[in-house]
């Protein structure tokens, strides 16, 4: 894909790369990029040879959210363009939310966000939706809303507090702190931190590992995990179990114990 914007590559290792392509202006997301992202999304969902989504920004940041230079002449733009009411308005920005953090943490594959820079706002938010966050040494995280007067946008005080917990999300939304990649990994908004010059091939890496897996088996296993804030302890036994169950019925199992008895690297085929 050509797109000015965003830049995609399914590479052959599984892994489909979204890049954010706007490095001027740090990234920043611009309505039309919502529909633009959710097709991306649609593509790697339904082709079989992605086994996983990875998300990066070009230049020196992630994303920095909103584009705030844009908002500044258009105050309606904060809530993804014109409408008719508040109500439209607030009906248009949760529509452009889901289109972006909604599908990264519904997909049915592993996401990764690759933040290589700055994700400020949205941005963070949409790291944050992602299922794994490897972070280059000079990643930057905020919220930023209150540096701009808003009060936070696309799933961020849903995801931040169940990542890192009530405390710590007020204390980075009503601050507004920009933290480095030690303390976010420290808090537990990153999983790893990699030195800047070996960020990318590491984090392509790490994600071809991830795409080497059970296609099936990880998709029932976010499944798991998603739902088990709000399932009780023997809800979540008896999802799992028929996870379990359906997954001991997959092509790819049985492939998996023959060869773990011969000592032999498994290849999933997603069966």
């Known amino acids: 894909m050509s797109d000015e914007m965003l830049l995609y590559e399914k590479r052959d290792d599984g892994v489909a790369l979204i890049t954010l392509n706007r490095p001027a202006r740090l990234n920043a997301l611009l309505p039309e990029m919502g529909d633009m992202m959710s097709d991306l999304f ?73 933040v290589n820079g700055f994700a400020m706002g949205a941005g963070l938010s949409m790291a944050l939706a992602c299922d794994i ?52 990994l420290a808090l537990g908004l990153a999983n790893h931190v990699v030195p800047h010059e070996e960020f990318m091939d590491a984090g392509l890496e790490f994600c071809a590992q991830i795409a080497a897996g059970p296609p099936l088996a990880m998709g029932r296993m976010k499944l798991n995990l998603q739902r088990s804030d709000s399932l009780s302890l023997r809800e979540a036994l008896l999802a799992e179990a028929m996870h379990h169950t359906l997954s001991s019925h997959d092509e790819d199992h049985a492939s998996a114990t023959q060869a773990f008895v011969k000592k032999e690297t498994p290849v999933f085929r997603g069966r």
């Open 42 to 114: 649609d593509d790697a969902e339904a082709d079989e040879a992605v086994r996983c989504v990875a998300l990066t920004g070009a230049g020196r940041a992630f994303t920095a959210g909103g584009d705030v230079k844009a908002m500044a002449e258009d105050r309606d733009i904060a809530s993804g363009g014109a409408a008719n009411s508040i109500d439209e308005l607030a009906r248009n920005l949760a529509d452009w939310g889901w289109k972006v953090s909604g599908r990264l943490y519904n997909m049915p594959k592993p996401t990764v966000a690759l």
């Open 133 to 184: 966050r490897i972070c280059s040494s000079q990643a930057k995280f905020g919220t930023a809303f209150r540096n701009v007067a808003l009060s936070g946008d696309f799933g961020g005080s849903w995801f931040l507090p169940r990542i890192a917990g009530h405390a710590v999300a007020s204390e980075l939304y009503l601050t507004g702190e920009i933290i480095d990649a030690d303390r976010a």
